[in-house]
């Protein structure tokens, strides 16, 4: 074998050596789908780095579980874990790192189609009598849409969540209620928006202080809902509401389409 075909070989088994290890590609996005440049990108054992326009990025595939985590101003951190392929040479397949924004206010955010939408609190009212009374809201709920999740900021801490006993419930309209007289039951209106049926959900802590994701574990039907606390939309004491400051006497009412 001549000299010149011992070098070729030699140079093709460097090339073969060198080859450059398969690449993980990803996007960053906000949670509707939009792209977001300038975003840090960490991947254990790897150099942090940023994403380019469209948000995309790369990093080296390496053994074992991959974790990402992602960030940028104004939106909230948000973390993936993936397995790659059990192939060394088969690349992953492009991932996707969605980031929630960070609300301005304090409260109820619907996740809408393309932005948040804003739950306003609304002052409950009670009607009737020492013998029973019924609580609710006075008009309709402003927001519509059909969201499946809510973005949830308050200070208060999950423990403090859960001694406060944070619920959804399922309104329905009632125009009209039996309450007790000095002379027996009387129907009188009422007209209020009252809880019917309770609505389970799970409430998970977002990785930056005060916020929560709300997520029903069911999809809501078409129809009234309201977040609120310490019973107010569900108990029958005439002096509930009373017990607390005005400012405390309040639920987020919402309707989904």
Known sequence: ??????????????LSACKDPPM??????????????????QMDGAEPT?????????????EGPLRFVAGKDGYIKNTLKIMPPADPEAEVADIVIKLYPVTEEQGFHAVG??????????????????LGAYTGLPSDPEVAGGNTEFVFSSEASTSELSRLNLQLHRLEFKPSATVAGVTGD???????????????????VMPKEHFYLVTPQEALA????????????????????????RELQIAYPFEIK
């Open 222 to 245: 078409p129809g009234r809902y309201a977040f609120h606390t310490q019973d107010m939309l569900t108990s029958k004491d005439p002096e509930a509401l009373g017990k607390l400051p």
């Open 186 to 204: 009387v129907d009188v209106k009422i007209n209020l928006w009252m809880a019917v049926e309770s609505v389970k959900f799970d409430l998970t």
């Open 1 to 14: 074998m001549s000299r010149s075909l011992h070098t070729l070989l030699a140079m093709l088994l460097t």
């Open 113 to 130: 189609a393309t932005s948040y939408d804003d739950i306003p609190q609304m002052t409950l009212k009670t009607v009737g009598t020492d």
């Open 50 to 62: 940023e994403s380019a326009d469209g948000g995309a990025f790369s990093f080296p595939q390496s």
């Open 24 to 41: 993980v590609d990803g996007k960053v996005q906000d949670i509707w789908g939009n792209p977001l440049s300038g975003a840090t990108i």
